[in-house]
């Protein structure tokens, strides 16, 4: 990047610190705030398009989040993307920009870098060689931009002045006539989320859809989970459900129980879309006809004990605990059980509900819900409404993706459409959607 050594992708500490330029002029034609997923393709799109880009962070290393994502493997995008694998109070506000910026833009752009990837179940893109091959990416596209990095930086006041906004830092002051607030979402606080993206919305006059932990794992008051507790570590396919009406939303998908509650991927799924009180409904047959298949065994002449034909369905510790919590002996043989008790135990299993009494929060969760109020940007440049020159990209806005590499899709495509505004000068992206 411009004026700063040491950030080939060559050199071993290139992810420990984005190096600092020594003599940096003190005017940018913008801003980028946070040098995470969205806020680096930005810069280096904008970058390239001719554009005086400074980036700061206030982190003392560049995109955790990006390197821890995926296992270490980074799942950066989706074979299948479009609105309805997101969550936002204005669902069709990110159709514009993942229209224009698509996973097949993503990936010409690892093809340019020799990376490789390979595809897991349901569509989700992972990186072959681990999540650093990515940050090497950005890095290296945001210095063929000539991006200025500052990180750690921390930034004290934003004010917009003149048509210029004038940022107060712990490394002196900076102008700028575009400020892109790209801070991400507050989950993991501990890798540097903050609320400074929300409050500098409010600051410029924005709404902000009140944020809350999302992909997150469930958690249950302790006499809900009483007996079920012993089923830590147990892991089924699932058909799980939240929601009445136009807001019921279901997912198929593997569901793990833990010792305070419920994860894996059917329960950060429906996380998302859970509010506090409301019940969620789970099918642990996984939309498998089990009576059916519990009577068939009994007419074809099963000496098995109930338990153990169950076990045969179900795993063998839910079979077990389902049974004893249910008071239902599990050693009675089959063929004396009466079909309607099959019946009954097989509805049982099929709508299983439950209400969890929170989340695990912000700690565990991979991703905010909420966030700036879309009504208040517009779709197609991710431009404020109420100051020109603002924008917010990635997942400090209200959109919010599904598991499976949709929230980093939503932060390339959000940060290209914002680069295209930025290089097309002042003013643009005020389109009236
Ligand atoms: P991001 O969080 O990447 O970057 C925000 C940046 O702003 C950070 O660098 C932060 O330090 C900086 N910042 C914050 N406050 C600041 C301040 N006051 N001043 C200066 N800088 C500030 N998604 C996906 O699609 N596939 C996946 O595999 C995963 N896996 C995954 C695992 C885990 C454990 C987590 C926590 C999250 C994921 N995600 C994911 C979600 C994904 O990481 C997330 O949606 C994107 O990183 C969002 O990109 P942004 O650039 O918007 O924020």
Redesign the pocket.
């Known amino acids: 990047m411009q004026g700063g050594p040491g950030i080939e992708p060559a050199d071993p500490q290139r992810h420990a610190v984005l190096t600092n330029s020594a003599a940096v002029a003190a005017n940018f034609d913008a801003v980028v705030?946070?040098?995470?997923?969205?806020?680096l393709l930005c810069a280096a799109l904008a970058g390239q398009r001719g554009l005086r880009v400074l980036l700061?962070?206030?982190?003392p290393k560049l995109?955790?989040?990006?390197r821890?994502?995926?296992g270490g493997r980074?799942?950066?995008t989706n074979r299948a993307v479009g609105p309805e694998n997101f969550l936002s109070e204005n669902p069709d506000f990110c159709r514009s920009a993942l229209a224009r910026y698509t996973p097949a833009d993503f990936l010409a752009l690892l093809l340019r870098h020799h990376i490789g990837w390979h595809e897991k179940h349901r569509g989700q893109l992972f990186c072959d060689d681990g999540s650093g091959r990515i940050i090497d990416m950005l890095q290296a596209e945001c210095a063929a931009g000539g991006v200025t990095p500052w990180q750690p930086c921390?930034?004290t006041t934003v004010r917009h002045d003149g048509g210029k906004f004038v940022l107060e830092t712990d490394r002196g002051g900076v102008q700028a006539r575009a400020l892109v607030v790209?801070?991400?979402?507050l989950?993991?606080p501990a890798l540097?989320?903050?609320d400074?993206g929300h409050r500098l919305a409010r600051q410029f006059g924005h709404r902000v859809v009140e944020p809350r932990p999302a992909l997150v794992p469930l958690v249950f008051d302790a006499a809900t989970w009483q007996g079920l507790a012993a089923l830590a570590g147990v892991a089924l396919e699932v058909v799980i459900e939240t929601g009445t009406g136009r807001r019921r939303i279901r997912f198929l998908e593997d569901l793990l129980f833990t010792h305070r509650g419920l994860s894996g991927p059917a329960v950060l799924q429906i996380s998302t879309y859970w509010r506090p009180g409301a019940a969620i409904r789970i099918d642990l047959t996984g939309g498998h006809d089990l009576a059916a298949s519990l009577l068939a065994a009994k007419q074809a002449g099963s000496r098995r004990q109930l338990v153990t034909e169950l076990a045969s369905l179900l795993p063998q510790r839910l079979a077990t605990t389902w049974l004893a919590t249910g008071g239902v002996d599990g050693t009675a043989p089959l063929s004396q059980c009466r079909d309607r008790d099959l019946h009954a135990l097989a509805q049982r299993l099929r709508a299983w509900t439950v209400t969890p009494s929170g989340t695990e929060g912000w700690r565990k969760a991979?991703?905010t819900a909420g966030g700036v109020d879309t009504r208040d940007l517009h779709s197609q440049s991710l431009a404020s409404r109420h100051c020109q020159g603002l924008y917010f990209?990635?997942?400090?806005v209200d959109v919010t993706?599904w598991l499976g590499?949709?929230?980093?899709?939503w932060?390339w495509a959000s940060a290209a459409a914002c680069a295209t505004a930025l290089a097309a000068g002042p003013g643009s992206g005020s389109e009236t959607r």
């Open positions: 705030l946070g040098a995470g997923a969205a806020g700061i962070d206030h982190a995109a955790e989040k990006i821890i994502s995926g980074c799942n950066f921390v930034v790209a801070t991400g979402g989950s993991i540097g989320a903050t400074f991979e991703v990209i990635g997942e400090v993706g590499g949709y929230n980093f899709q932060a």
